[in-house]
């Protein structure tokens, strides 16, 4: 990209990286507690029903850890 190769930009991009890297971490890790939370709600919700489905929440699990 021209913006990246530009060197006056260079101190900008470095500073928006500095700022956003932290940001999206907190949003990675809202997004991961809040996945918790909603299979823990949907765990209990089917053991009230008699039945337990972990399998659906793996691959959004796998997805949120990076496809580990």
């Not at 900008?12 to 999206?24: I, K, S, T, W």
């Amino acid at each position: 990209s021209q913006l990246v190769s530009t060197p006056s930009a260079r101190p900008a991009l470095l500073a928006l990286r500095g700022r956003l890297g932290p940001a999206v971490q907190g949003l990675k890790d809202s997004l991961g507690f809040n996945l918790a939370a909603l299979g823990h709600v949907l765990r209990a919700a089917k053991e009230r029903q008699g039945v337990v489905e972990e399998e659906r929440l793996a691959p959004a699990a796998r997805a949120l850890k990076g496809g580990q």
